[in-house]
């Protein structure tokens, strides 16, 4: 079962404008969320995380949103820079699992000059 | 301070064999879990140890295996090897509390032949 979906496999963004990268979930207990940024042949960089008691959390030019009613949330990267090119992971945990994360599929960001 | 470390980095095995892979977590964080990374079905949780207890374990079969040591470094096991548990393997570390966020080591890229 997927209960965590990026819909977008890919993504092309010009240097310098923003990538809106999107993530939906299936479950209501999911209550913190975290984005990881991925290279080929290494592990993943946390990047930026929310809790669901609030809805927006900015750290540099990454911001993330949740939408709790919509089961949605995106990740803002402003303005986008080729560095930035990498697999995007969305990953929602259960307090009550503690340390398991919920890996959706990833959605691979390309940033262009 | 050191991020987490996974040894070895590279291991080719054969059909039947068995293998033992280690992850040393972050100075400090007491939780280590493992995740299995493949093309077809993408990062998914194997386990998740804490305080020499395992606490949570994902869906696979029991010939993986796992356990952690009192001064939290971790060791998962694949017994009887077959040619679908070739994948990255990455083991990540954080400190107690379903809030704190996880962090990755590069992962042991294992391949059976």
């Known amino acids: 079962d997927q209960q965590v979906k990026q819909n977008s496999p890919s993504l092309s963004v010009q240097e310098g404008r923003i990538s809106i990268l999107n993530c939906d979930y299936t479950?209501?207990?999911?209550?913190?969320f975290l984005w990881y940024k991925k290279y080929p042949a290494e592990g993943p960089t946390f990047l930026i995380s929310i809790s669901s008691i609030k809805d927006k959390n900015e750290d540099g030019r990454f911001t993330v949103f949740l939408n709790k009613s919509a089961k949605h949330l995106s990740l803002h990267i402003v303005p986008s820079q080729p560095g930035d090119s990498a697999v995007y992971f969305c990953a929602p945990k259960e307090g009550s699992t503690l340390g398991r994360l919920y890996f959706g599929r990833g959605t691979q960001l390309t940033v262009w000059p | 301070k050191a991020g987490v470390t996974q040894t070895p980095r590279y291991l080719i095995k054969t059909r039947g064999q068995q293998v033992t892979l280690s992850c040393s977590p972050i100075s400090g964080h007491r939780s280590v879990s493992w995740y299995q990374q493949t093309p077809g079905q993408g990062l998914q949780f194997l386990f998740e140890?804490?305080?020499?207890?395992?606490?949570n374990k994902g869906n696979f079969p029991g010939r993986f295996s796992g356990r952690q040591f009192s001064n939290s470094r971790s060791e998962m096991n694949v017994s009887t090897l077959e040619l679908g548990d070739s994948a990255l393997y990455l083991c990540?570390?954080?400190?107690?509390?379903?809030?704190?966020?996880?962090?990755f080591g590069p992962g042991t890229r294992l391949t059976v032949t």
């Open positions: 479950n209501s207990m999911f209550d913190y």
């Open positions: 990540a570390s954080s400190q107690q509390g379903a809030s704190y966020e996880q962090y």
């Open positions: 140890y804490f305080s020499e207890t395992q606490r």
